[in-house]
């Protein structure tokens, strides 16, 4: 999907363990203006349920595993994060809902943007018949 796909990390590893780091113009389009990780997620949560008009971000699940409905106007698909190495990004106008977390899953998010709630499109209608535009 031209506007939700998965990007990979370079894992520096050696004897003492693994580390990944992410820097604006290399692995994250943009730059990083907030962070903000979920854990702690309770059985058959599912969250999310809203597209953003300006906003990118990258998700990433750093322990355990969960998935990511993503929703364009190219179609729908299910993304599952299981590994600190791998990355979700998500641009503008894509409707989003997180589910099947692992009790031991913490999803770290990377966005462009301070939290603003007028940049939420969470009337799913709302998001169809700007996508359709
Ligand atoms: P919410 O948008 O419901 O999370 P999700 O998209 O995963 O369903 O956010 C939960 C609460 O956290 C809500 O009260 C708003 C607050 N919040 C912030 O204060 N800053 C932020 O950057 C985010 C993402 C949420």
């Known amino acids: ?18 580390l990944v780091a992410l820097e604006y113009g290399k692995e994250c389009p943009f730059e990083i203006k907030r962070v903000y990780y979920v854990y702690n997620t309770k059985d058959d949560v599912r969250r999310g349920y809203h597209a953003h008009s300006d906003l990118e971000q990258i998700l990433i699940c750093v322990n355990g595993s969960c998935t990511i409905h993503v929703e364009t106007k190219e179609g729908v698909e299910e993304v599952v994060l299981n590994t600190p ?10 409707w989003r809902e997180m589910y099947d977390f692992s009790e031991n899953a913490v999803l770290l998010v990377l966005a462009s943007k301070l939290y603003d709630e007028d ?11 700007i996508i359709k535009d």
């Open 119 to 129: 940049d939420y499109i969470r009337d799913y209608q709302k998001f169809m018949s």
């Open 1 to 18: 999907m031209t506007n939700a796909y998965k990007i990979s990390f370079q894992e520096h590893g050696d004897t003492r363990g693994m």
């Open 85 to 94: 190495t791998e990355g979700l990004f998500i641009g503008c106008n894509v």
